[in-house]
């Protein structure tokens, strides 16, 4: 079992950044890939990023390509995404996720997922 807590989340405006954290607890971290999804308002959950065990691969979703990045700090247990250049269609509650599997952790099957951080992009 995994716990998730998400922080980070707020109002920016747009072309601005911010960085999300997620601090896991309960099961050995490093058994864990990571990732963050995202659902807006009146939207179904889409896959925003995911980084494997070791932090040396990842994996984004277009839409934030060269803007966001993830990242994880085995020792705090701690994944991060750090999202610069936000856009107003970046609002949204984002969650982050875990799943043994690199390849399950990015798809809607990923076994854990944190109760979500808002964050609202304004134009």
């Known amino acids: 079992q995994v716990q998730l807590v998400e922080s980070g989340g707020g109002l920016v405006q747009a072309g601005g950044s911010l960085r999300l954290s997620c601090v896991a607890s309960?099961?050995?971290?490093?058994?864990?890939?990571m990732g963050w999804f995202r659902q807006a308002p009146g939207k179904g959950r889409e896959f925003v990023a995911a980084?494997?065990?070791?932090?040396?691969?990842?994996l984004y979703a277009d839409s934030v390509k060269g803007r966001f990045t993830i990242s994880r700090d085995n020792d705090k247990a701690t994944v991060y995404l750090q999202m610069n250049s936000l856009k107003p269609e970046d609002t949204a509650v984002y969650y982050c996720?875990?799943?043994?599997?690199?390849?399950?952790?990015?798809?809607?099957?990923?076994?854990?997922r944190g109760q979500g951080t808002q964050v609202t992009v304004s134009s």
């Open positions: 980084i494997d065990w070791s932090g040396d691969g990842t």
């Open positions: 309960g099961d050995t971290f490093t058994d864990y890939a």
């Open positions: 996720v875990a799943d043994v599997s690199y390849e399950v952790v990015s798809t809607r099957f990923h076994d854990y």
